[in-house]
């Protein structure tokens, strides 16, 4: 099946700092692919969809100069989280879907802890 | 935003015996999905239900949708221990931009 993975699992940073997260579909080349935060006993909520050499479409209430995705090709997507603070900790989950196609697959997650 | 609720939030029951969740949701979809949630893991698609559908089945799962009342439910038969896990179900909405909203979630838990 399709798989898709994230680097880093887990991260921890200093407040201030930036971190990327790498979403990569190993097996499939993903025609878009979106980024989610859960926050702890919540669902997940849609941040952003990237669509593999476009601007990134984010959803109401989420800051594009802190949130930048970049979608350089059809097998990766990152997420950088700028100027990090301990509000941004998160899980931090990838998908990707196929053009046409209705299932989205996840990545793993990233948990983001800003101290 | 999250397109709706599931309930109940959260449920006990014993290894063995059958769990129910619900969701609802507000707008027209193209499909609603199930997903299952480890602690702190990815999420695993389970099923896949379209709008013109009332009913699936797989393996130990069974979900069945009513568009007319806007909701779904997921049925685990002889669940075991290994099933405990959050479970989501998620809307692919009609339109364009193919995102999946996810309801709030039902934290299962069978106790052995």
């Known amino acids: 099946g399709a798989v898709v993975s994230q680097h880093p699992s887990w991260v921890i940073c200093k407040s201030g700092t930036s971190v990327k997260i790498e979403c990569r579909s190993l097996?499939?080349?993903?025609?878009?692919m979106f980024w989610y935060r859960q926050f702890p006993k919540q669902s997940l909520m849609l941040m952003a969809t990237?669509?593999?050499?476009?601007?990134?479409?984010?959803e109401q209430g989420v800051e594009k100069d802190k949130f930048l995705i970049n979608h350089a090709s059809l097998t990766l997507s990152t997420l950088t989280v700028t100027s990090a603070h301990p509000e941004d900790s998160s899980f931090y989950i990838c998908?990707?879907?196929?053009?046409?196609?209705?299932?989205?697959?996840f990545g793993p997650g990233t948990r983001l802890t800003v101290l | 935003s999250q397109q709706g609720e599931e309930d109940p939030q959260a449920l006990s029951i014993q290894e063995g015996e059958n769990a129910t969740m619900n969701c609802s949701y507000k707008?027209?979809?193209?499909?609603l999905q199930w997903y299952r949630q480890n602690s702190g893991r990815g999420l695993v698609h389970l099923i896949l239900?379209?709008?013109?559908?009332r009913e699936k089945h797989s393996g130990r799962l069974r979900v069945t949708l009513d568009t007319s009342k806007k909701s779904s439910s997921l049925l685990i038969t002889a669940s075991r221990a290994a099933d405990t896990a959050s479970y989501f179900c998620?809307?692919?909405?009609?339109?364009?931009?193919?995102?999946?909203?996810f309801g709030s979630g039902t934290q299962l838990t069978v106790l052995p």
């Open positions: 998908s990707a879907r196929v053009g046409g196609s209705d299932t989205q697959y």
């Open positions: 097996d499939f080349q993903a025609t878009t």
């Open positions: 990237s669509n593999e050499g476009s601007k990134a479409t984010y």
């Open positions: 707008t027209s979809i193209n499909n």
């Open positions: 239900i379209r709008s013109n559908e």
């Open positions: 998620a809307t692919d909405a009609s339109g364009s931009a193919r995102q999946l909203t």
